[in-house]
């Protein structure tokens, strides 16, 4: 991982006056102030190792030079050479403690860039103790004192971390990393940086970012990476992607001055789509970079430094719309963005937790990781910070996790000389997402078996909250489900009735054990039924329960948009009890149905009911599984 941009916490010492009542030097040695100057004039022209030959020759013509200590300090950070520019500041507070206040924020400073925690709030205290301070620099320290307190808590209770090196078919002795990975956890994208002239030794000016592509053989390994090639790759920089939940569209990062967002598309021989400047989200004044989608492919999250943010780079994101446009870009607000840095936003494949990278909420230092969740009225959880060792006092960022919700993936350079690899380390339960399966197949015409242009969802019965809505182009689809929660799943197009399922959640259900289930679309014509699996009674009685309104209220929507329809609503139960007693509750049930529907307007003459009790089973009585099939209500066309 990359190391923390030292040159945001230090106060600048040499464009600020030391001295507020004459503006004059410390010192009158005439040499050592040319030395000085000299130095400055070097530091304007970022020649910072001739700034310090000068300057280390002027506090050696005099020793008492406490601004060329403090100018010393500086330019070793701006080189990153933490060590010295401490020794540099010490220096100048032992010729004069209170010289030149801010000495201690930098050190402060300093100290948290090395992860020296108890030294940096010991620094952070003193320069709190001045009065004088500027009120902004004022709560800058105190927030990254705040910060070393968590720290030094967090390392106190550590949490299970253990990364694993994923293998030598994804990572080389170049640096890998942003990981991406499909819902089944089979296809991985990653970007290296590799050498623009494999001819040439030379690192510096001689790499460039591309797409690779991996997928996890039957036994578990990872194969060797493939360049994805053009025209995704170029010879300019691509990174930071976002792969759909079926694998087959990837979002990414493009940056020529400003960054923007394109997309791409797995063609069906299996090549990838010219590249699409995505509209309405890029822009060439700002960047917007890091996408990450959706599992349902209908909202994109990304960063940008757009105006109306909280700090310099903030999370947005922007739904796709039913024309298939993208919405305006909209702030994820304050609870997710602060006054500093949000980056590498990744939402899991249940559509309801976010994970991402922050330099401005409290953690160890750098960018820390964070998560948050989605409630049902839409708002976002306080982020919880990952904890110790998973955040350190570096730059932590680029995670995702996968579809159980039991793994995270991420690039680390823990082996300096193998570079920046990628790793997998399992979750602990308290940071996990909600863990999710998914439904797989094709969406066919039920006459002809063609596939099917159509749209699909997954909603939650207990709230009607909507978790998953899409469009399928080729009638192949996608939808991750999450667990522990009961769902609704509607498959429909122009033209046919509309499919229902449902789907119990409750409890684990293994990602490795997906749904796949190819769905048939009956054409709208007279005599067809469809099966309302969402419609539920109490027991032995025809009061529809709440879980039923969203059925419902589709079947109402159904019927509105498809006005000269006729239908029969059949009631149906299995060979349990009496047979009378069955008869007279399948049809109170049908006609509680027809009671919904005339209550929201669709006309009574377009409706019957009529009780079948056991006389239609669709499956054997002699299991539960069969009874609950048999116990049904059916919607069938009468007229047109």
Same mark, same amino acid.
């Given at each position: 991982?990359?190391?923390l941009?030292?040159?945001?916490?230090?106060?600048?010492? *040499?464009?600020?006056?030391?001295?507020?009542?004459?503006?004059?030097?410390?010192?009158?040695?005439?040499?050592?102030?040319?030395?000085?100057?000299?130095?400055?004039?070097?530091?304007?022209?970022?020649?910072?190792?001739?700034?310090?030959?000068?300057l280390?020759?002027?506090?050696?013509?005099?020793?008492?030079? *406490?601004?060329?200590?403090?100018m010393?300090?500086?330019?070793?950070?701006?080189?990153?050479?933490?060590?010295?520019?401490? /020794?540099?500041?010490?220096?100048?507070?032992?010729? =004069?403690?209170?010289?030149?206040?801010?000495?201690?924020?930098?050190?402060?400073?300093? +100290?948290?860039?090395?992860?020296?925690?108890?030294?940096? $709030?010991?620094?952070?205290?003193?320069?709190?103790?001045?009065?004088?301070?500027?009120?902004?620099?004022?709560?800058?320290?105190?927030?990254?004192?705040? @910060? @070393?307190?968590?720290?030094?808590?967090?390392?106190? =209770?550590?949490?299970?971390?253990?990364?694993?090196?994923?293998?030598?078919?994804?990572?080389? #002795?170049?640096?890998?990393?942003?990981?991406?990975?499909?819902?089944?956890?089979?296809?991985?994208?990653?970007?290296?940086?590799?050498?623009? /002239?494999?001819?040439?030794?030379?690192?510096? !000016?001689?790499?460039?970012?591309?797409?690779? $592509?991996? +997928?996890?053989?039957? /036994?578990?390994?990872?194969?060797?990476?493939?360049?994805?090639? #053009?025209?995704?790759?170029?010879?300019?920089?691509?990174?930071?992607?976002?792969?759909?939940?079926?694998?087959? #569209?990837?979002?990414?990062?493009?940056?020529?001055?400003? @960054?923007?967002?394109?997309?791409?598309?797995?063609?069906?021989?299996?090549?990838?789509?010219?590249?699409?400047?995505?509209p309405?989200?890029?822009?060439?004044?700002?960047?917007?970079?890091?996408p990450? $989608?959706?599992?349902?492919?209908?909202?994109?999250?990304?960063?940008?430094?757009?105006?109306?943010?909280?700090?310099?780079?903030?999370i947005?994101?922007?739904?796709?719309?039913?024309d298939?446009?993208?919405?305006?870009?909209?702030?994820?607000g304050?609870?997710i963005n602060?006054?500093?840095?949000?980056?590498?936003?990744?939402? +899991?494949?249940?559509?309801?937790?976010?994970?991402?990278?922050?330099?401005? +909420?409290?953690?160890?230092?750098?960018?820390?990781?964070?998560?948050?969740?989605?409630?049902?009225?839409?708002?976002?959880s306080?982020?919880?910070?990952?904890?110790?060792? *998973?955040?350190?006092y570096?730059?932590?960022?680029?995670? $995702?996790?996968?579809?159980?919700?039991?793994?995270?993936?991420?690039s680390?350079?823990?082996?300096?000389?193998?570079?920046?690899?990628? !790793?997998?380390?399992?979750? !602990?339960?308290?940071?996990?997402?909600?863990?999710?399966?998914?439904?797989?197949?094709?969406?066919?015409?039920?006459?002809?078996?063609?596939?099917?242009?159509?749209?699909? =969802?997954? *909603?939650?019965?207990? =709230?009607?909250?909507?978790?998953?809505?899409?469009?399928?182009?080729?009638?192949?689809?996608?939808? @991750?489900?999450?667990?522990?929660?009961?769902?609704?799943?509607?498959?429909?197009?122009?033209?046919?009735?509309?499919?229902?399922?449902?789907?119990?959640?409750?409890?684990?259900?293994?990602?490795?054990?997906p749904?796949?289930?190819?769905?048939?679309?009956?054409?709208?014509?007279?005599?067809?039924?469809?099966?309302?699996?969402?419609?539920?009674?109490?027991?032995?009685?025809?009061?529809?329960?709440p879980?039923?309104?969203?059925?419902?209220?589709?079947?109402?929507?159904?019927?509105?948009?498809?006005?000269?329809?006729?239908?029969?609503?059949?009631?149906?139960?299995?060979?349990?009890?009496?047979?009378?007693?069955?008869?007279?509750?399948?049809?109170?049930?049908?006609?509680?149905?027809?009671d919904?529907?005339t209550?929201h307007?669709?006309?009574?003459?377009?409706?019957?009911?009529?009780?079948?009790?056991?006389? #239609?089973?669709?499956?054997d009585?002699?299991?539960?599984e069969?009874?609950?099939?048999?116990r049904r209500t059916?919607?069938?066309?009468?007229?047109m």
């Amino acid at each position: 991982m990359k190391k923390l941009a030292l040159s945001i916490f230090v106060i600048f010492f *040499i464009v600020q006056q030391v001295d507020a009542q004459n503006g004059k030097l410390s010192v009158t040695n005439k040499r050592a102030v040319e030395l000085y100057n000299k130095a400055a004039e070097s530091y304007e022209r970022y020649d910072f190792e001739s700034a310090v030959k000068s300057l280390l020759e002027s506090v050696d013509k005099e020793p008492k030079f *406490i601004e060329a200590y403090l100018m010393l300090s500086q330019v070793f950070q701006e080189m990153r050479l933490v060590d010295n520019a401490i /020794d540099a500041a010490n220096k100048a507070v032992a010729i =004069n403690p209170d010289f030149y206040p801010s000495i201690y924020f930098n050190l402060g400073n300093f +100290h948290l860039f090395k992860g020296d925690y108890q030294n940096a $709030i010991n620094n952070f205290d003193r320069f709190l103790s001045y009065k004088s301070i500027r009120v902004q620099t004022k709560k800058l320290a105190e927030k990254r004192k705040s @910060c @070393c307190e968590f720290a030094i808590e967090a390392i106190k =209770n550590p949490v299970p971390f253990n990364p694993i090196n994923i293998g030598k078919g994804v990572n080389t #002795k170049l640096d890998e990393y942003w990981p991406s990975l499909s819902a089944d956890e089979n296809t991985l994208v990653i970007t290296s940086n590799i050498p623009r /002239d494999s001819l040439l030794e030379q690192v510096r !000016y001689n790499r460039q970012e591309d797409f690779f $592509i991996s +997928h996890r053989s039957s /036994d578990g390994i990872w194969e060797k990476t493939k360049s994805m090639g #053009k025209p995704i790759n170029t010879p300019y920089n691509e990174g930071a992607q976002s792969i759909t939940a079926d694998g087959k #569209k990837m979002y990414y990062t493009v940056c020529r001055g400003v @960054c923007n967002i394109f997309s791409s598309s797995l063609t069906s021989d299996g090549t990838w789509s010219s590249p699409v400047r995505v509209p309405n989200i890029n822009s060439s004044k700002f960047s917007n970079k890091q996408p990450s $989608i959706s599992p349902d492919g209908r909202t994109l999250y990304f960063v940008s430094n757009r105006p109306g943010g909280s700090g310099d780079y903030d999370i947005w994101k922007s739904n796709l719309r039913e024309d298939e446009t993208w919405s305006a870009p909209e702030n994820l607000g304050d609870t997710i963005n602060t006054e500093g840095n949000e980056q590498s936003p990744f939402i +899991h494949f249940d559509n309801q937790t976010l994970y991402f990278a922050s330099d401005g +909420h409290i953690g160890m230092g750098g960018h820390d990781l964070y998560f948050s969740k989605l409630n049902e009225a839409g708002k976002w959880s306080i982020p919880k910070n990952l904890g110790y060792p *998973i955040n350190t006092y570096r730059d932590e960022d680029g995670l $995702i996790v996968n579809a159980k919700g039991t793994a995270a993936y991420y690039s680390s350079d823990r082996i300096p000389e193998n570079g920046r690899d990628i !790793y997998t380390f399992n979750l !602990y339960p308290d940071i996990r997402p909600i863990p999710s399966s998914y439904l797989t197949g094709t969406i066919k015409d039920a006459v002809t078996g063609f596939p099917v242009k159509a749209s699909f =969802n997954l *909603i939650e019965l207990a =709230n009607k909250h909507e978790i998953m809505k899409s469009t399928s182009s080729d009638g192949s689809y996608l939808v @991750c489900i999450p667990t522990e929660k009961s769902y609704a799943f509607y498959a429909s197009a122009t033209g046919y009735l509309f499919y229902s399922d449902h789907f119990d959640m409750k409890g684990e259900h293994s990602i490795d054990k997906p749904f796949k289930k190819d769905i048939l679309l009956d054409p709208i014509k007279v005599n067809q039924t469809m099966v309302m699996r969402n419609i539920f009674f109490d027991t032995d009685s025809s009061a529809l329960k709440p879980e039923s309104i969203v059925e419902l209220n589709r079947l109402v929507d159904f019927l509105a948009v498809n006005k000269t329809l006729r239908i029969e609503i059949g009631g149906h139960t299995d060979n349990q009890g009496i047979d009378s007693y069955n008869q007279s509750l399948s049809e109170k049930r049908a006609k509680s149905v027809v009671d919904y529907l005339t209550s929201h307007q669709i006309e009574t003459e377009r409706l019957k009911w009529f009780g079948y009790g056991k006389l #239609k089973p669709v499956a054997d009585n002699k299991t539960e599984e069969g009874r609950t099939q048999n116990r049904r209500t059916e919607v069938k066309i009468t007229g047109m």
